[in-house]
């Protein structure tokens, strides 16, 4: 189980390495095509065509890699009342386990969703108004997030299967990673 966890964790960081500096300049991107649009059109009136089809790809790509480093770090929404409620560790970290497994199986709907959607976008061959991109490009994004989605859900799985076999390792708080 430990391998399973090492070699899941080499790659996490290999994801992390890619995906953390897409994210910044997907930012970056958005934010400057932003305030140039409402430059444009405020101060100088004219508007950008095209630049808000650019504008929701970014977005849409920066939403979906923030949620997949939110379930890297497990830093996403969760309602921890358990832990509010009950002290007995091994209730918590069976609750614990069971949200995992719950998430997993959502995340494997959202993928196979996320899938048809994409597989539908590529078939039938929509393309945005004006600068005529195809939509699978914005679509692409639900199912690669999908993907990693259940890929860390797999990864706490096991890691809260780890800890449930051998409790004296588990600490209150769950390891952040960086």
């Excluded at 970056?28 to 059109?41: D, P």
């Excluded at 969703?113 to 039938?124: F, R």
């Excluded at 004006?130 to 797999?154: E, G, T």
Aim: proline share 3%.
């Amino acid at each position: 189980m430990n391998k399973l966890l090492g070699i899941m964790a080499a790659i996490d960081r290999m994801l992390a390495f890619v995906i953390k500096p897409v994210v910044v300049f997907i930012s970056l991107a958005v934010a400057t095509m932003l305030a140039y649009g409402i430059f444009s059109r405020a101060v100088l009136n004219v508007p950008v065509f095209g630049l808000e089809e650019l504008v929701l790809l970014g977005a849409m790509w920066l939403y979906m890699l923030g949620a997949v480093l939110a379930s890297r770090e497990r830093s996403h929404l969760s309602a921890d009342f358990i832990q509010v409620i009950c002290k007995n560790q091994t209730v918590i970290r069976v609750m614990h386990m069971v949200a995992t497994i719950i998430s997993l199986f959502m995340a494997i709907m959202f993928a196979t969703w996320s899938y048809d959607l994409l597989a539908w976008g590529i078939s039938k061959g929509q393309s945005s108004t004006v600068l005529k991109l195809p939509w699978y490009l914005s679509q692409s994004s639900l199912f690669f997030a999908s993907v990693l989605f259940i890929f860390y859900l797999f990864r706490d799985f096991i890691g809260d299967l780890r800890d449930f076999c051998s409790p004296e390792q588990v600490t209150a708080e769950p390891e952040k990673q960086s």
